[in-house]
């Protein structure tokens, strides 16, 4: 089992004030994806991240994966009541023994208050 | 992004019966899994529905448990039979439309048993 560590487990922060979130393994994983989940709703889709050192921006959101494809931060500037949610990464194994299988870390709740 | 739809969204049901969800997607997709979160915890990938032959299961999950069905490429179903206060979670389905896309989940059925 490839175990993801995701810290911290609770963000409270100001309206515009940043944060980041870690996720973080000692396996490699193919892929890595970021979801925002919301209360009685499923899990939505951020971003993928495939290529080790890979960086993305999505609006105020910037997601980093690791060199060795272990790891990965989220990284989000001037924080909006509207980014509270449940943020979970999501990596993917390599593809001969589990792709498409997700191994889900513990999860960080996010609470921007105005 | 596929539409992805499960009934039923919600429901409370006795100890010691069985309850079958439903997941239908509006498009052909390769993969179909199903996920349990339970109360304030992430998500866990309960078994690989497959098309026209048994679900692949994970560790700690089984087939007399949480009977799989996916009769087609656009739906399936997750029995949660004999069911106890512990089977209390949100069970989501998710779809692989094909390799290199985006896993997309559907909003969930929350269960509770009393």
């Known amino acids: 089992t490839q175990l993801l560590e995701q810290s911290p487990q609770f963000l409270s922060i100001q309206e515009g004030e940043n944060l980041t979130v870690y996720c973080n393994s000692s396996s490699v994983f193919s892929s890595l994806q970021w979801y925002r989940q919301e209360p009685g709703e499923g899990p939505v889709l951020l971003v993928t991240?495939?290529?080790?050192?890979e960086v993305k921006k999505l609006k105020r959101l910037t997601f980093q994966f690791g060199d060795a494809r272990k790891d990965s931060s989220l990284h989000i500037t001037a924080a909006q009541p509207g980014d509270t949610g449940l943020y979970l990464c999501a990596g993917e194994g390599t593809p001969l023994d589990s792709w498409g299988k997700l191994q889900f870390g513990a999860g960080t709740q996010v609470v921007v208050t105005p | 992004s596929a539409v992805i739809s499960q009934k039923p969204s919600r429901d409370i049901c006795q100890r010691g019966t069985s309850l079958t969800i439903q997941c239908q997607v509006d498009?052909?997709?390769?993969?179909m899994f199903w996920y349990r979160q339970q109360p304030g915890q992430s998500l866990t990938l309960i078994a690989t529905?497959?098309?026209?032959?048994?679900?692949?299961?994970e560790s700690g999950f089984v087939i007399d448990k949480f009977p799989i069905s996916r009769p087609n490429l656009t739906f399936s179903t997750l029995t949660v039979s004999n069911m106890s206060p512990e089977d209390s979670s949100i069970y989501l389905c998710?779809?692989?439309?094909?390799?290199?896309?985006?896993?997309?989940f559907g909003d969930g059925t929350r269960l509770s048993i009393l």
């Open positions: 991240v495939v290529t080790g050192g």
């Open positions: 998710s779809v692989l439309s094909q390799g290199n896309q985006p896993q997309h």
């Open positions: 498009s052909q997709v390769t993969m």
């Open positions: 529905a497959n098309q026209g032959s048994e679900a692949t299961y």
